[in-house]
T-cell receptor, first 113, second 117 residues
Framework: GDSVTQMEGPVTLSEEAFLTINCTYT??????LFWYVQYPGEGLQLLLK?????DKGSNKGFEATYRKETTSFHLEKGSVQVSDSAVYFC????????????FGSGTRLSIRP | NAGVTQTPKFQVLKTGQSMTLQCAQD?????MSWYRQDPGMGLRLIHY???????DQGEVPNGYNVSRSTTEDFPLRLLSAAPSQTSVYFC????????????????FGEGSWLTVV
């Protein structure tokens, strides 16, 4: 069945470091791909998305490119800030199961000043 | 535009008690769903609905009931609370269309933190 695998955390980085959080997926057809972010004590916010191969989603300095050949949607940021500390979820939605979104297990990111 | 509204935000229950988590959306979305979030397990689907009067089970439906009498509301009922149901619960909604743009996005409520003692 459809699934999302993302790198295990926690990930701890120093401020201004480069960030990559890996995400790969298994899905039938051509899913839409999402990154959601959850700040401490809060709900889920959409960070960025991509709906077709080679699309690049971007927001708040974060980027992710939909790679069909490697079934990946890795999240990157060139220079992280303390305020980026949160849990990041990779997710997908398919046409055959459009009523559901399938999540990875989440990656906790902590940024040291 | 309120989006997806969940209540209550925090609740403590005793084992065996019942309660209802409320969810309402004002975006005229066809799809609504409930997820639970547990440490290290991401979000797991409890129940979902593709329209008023239509509901179905997700990955972890046991111990929960839902109904959808209107497009706007999708309450989640815990029939007899158990400590294993201690979790954070999220309601979500979206349009049925998966075209590009905002129509493809799934919107989440702010969560309900439930503790069963």
């Amino acid at each position: 069945g459809d699934s999302v695998t993302q790198m295990e955390g926690p990930v701890t980085l120093s401020e201004e470091a480069f960030l990559t959080i890996n995400c790969t997926y298994t899905a039938t057809g051509y899913p839409s791909l999402f990154w959601y972010v959850q700040y401490p004590g809060e709900g889920l916010q959409l960070l960025l998305k991509a709906t077709k191969a080679d699309d690049k989603g971007s927001n708040k300095g974060f980027e992710a490119t939909y790679r069909k050949e490697t079934t990946s949607f890795h999240l990157e940021k060139g220079s992280v800030q303390v305020s980026d500390s949160a849990v990041y979820f990779c997710a997908l939605r398919t046409y055959s199961s459009a009523s559901k979104i399938i999540f990875g297990s989440g990656t906790r990111l902590s940024i040291r000043p | 535009n309120a989006g997806v509204t969940q209540t209550p935000k925090f609740q403590v229950l005793k084992t065996g008690q019942s309660m209802t988590l409320q969810c309402a959306q004002d975006m005229n979305h066809e799809y609504m769903s409930w997820y639970r979030q547990d440490p290290g397990m991401g979000l797991r689907l409890i129940h979902y609905s593709v329209g008023a009067g239509i509901t179905d089970q997700g990955e972890v439906p046991n111990g929960y009931n839902v109904s959808r009498s209107t497009t706007e509301d999708f309450p989640l009922r815990l029939l007899s609370a158990a400590p294993s149901q201690t979790s954070v619960y999220f309601c979500a909604s979206s349009y049925s269309s998966m075209g590009s743009g905002t129509g493809n996005t799934i919107y989440f409520g702010e969560g309900s933190w439930l503790t069963v003692v």
